[in-house]
């Protein structure tokens, strides 16, 4: 099977690599050239994500086509998914692609959330404030990632400098014991697994930390409501939804319609990663069930990060050492990961504060 992949970052490499285990091609559409998937796909569009002729091409050439990126139009997906075979559809996107209309895919289905409310203007911050109180954390609704449109407001002095020439979500800001994801897979033949749920450590607003050791006690809760989402919304293919647990309680936070950062820990910690289940779900085959066969810790490398590549590989601590092949290394830019195996924490902790932190 030729399998096409829109967008061709870090998420599209591995997702490559694992087609090829399965015995399948790819063929990647990127507007970058030399973006990381074009080191390992077997074949190659170099377009933007509007060139609706390129997306035509790569849905007739394709036995099946998936995302890896979450800011295309929608209503491109749309049209490439009426025409050609796109199984996952544009819907998981579309509810993605705004924090607000995400927000209310969760309360519509009685599944819990922080408070939020929509901000366009000071007088609707000013309410927000008065019906959520403070702190809280605004956010634009469309485009931000890694902690980017997103401010912390702890007194009415943090609104100050808030320019409104964008839509607003003021949401809650909960005092919350750890923070999870939850990767939930659905096939074309409607088998639909979880992965073990990662707790997860954030810096900056970017993630740092995943930890991926244990069922913990939440987790069956967290799967179950994951899979809910997905049979409620009529989904296929892979979601990603992050939450946050606080005593018993869960509240969905946000979701991804494609693989995720935090589980990259997959790849090397079960006995399936989440690029190989997301190949099999789009083509329509069993998904065994999915579990830990190690315990995994997983730190992302950011550009800073990579002047201690030599010495991190040098330290003999258990682990695997992932570069994206990115062209250009920038500060806070995910240039890879280190995934260690079977380790103790407080020896990852150790490592990641000598060569990491």
Partial sequence: MLIGIIGGGQLA??????????GHNTIVLDPNRRCSASNNTDMFICASYDDLEALDYLGKISDVVTYEFENIKSENLHRLALNYNMPQKEKPLYLSQN????????VKIGIPTPKYKAVYNAKDLQEAIAEIGLPAILKTT?????????????????TKDISFDKEY????????????SVIAVRSLNNDLITFPVSKNIHKNGILHLSLADKDYDISGKAKNLAKRYILENDLYGILTIEMFAKNDEIYFNEIA?????????TIDGCNMSQYEALCKAILGQPLEDVYLTHKTYMVN????????LDLMKQDKLPKKIYLYLKEEVKYNRKMG?????DCPLDDVLEFIKKYID
């Fill in 142 to 158: 469309t485009g931000g990632y890694d902690g980017k449109g997103q401010f912390v407001i702890k007194t009415f002095e943090d």
């Fill in 169 to 180: 979500i003021y949401e809650e800001m909960i005092d919350f014991d750890y923070e999870m």
């Fill in 13 to 22: 490499w591995m997702l490559v690599d694992a087609c090829h285990k399965l």
């Fill in 337 to 341: 990961h280190i995934t260690f195996i």
């Fill in 301 to 308: 490398l950011l550009g800073q990060h990579l002047k201690n």
């Fill in 99 to 106: 924090r607000i209309r995400e927000k209310d895919s969760f």
């Fill in 257 to 265: 319609p494609r693989p995720h950062n935090s589980g990259h820990y």
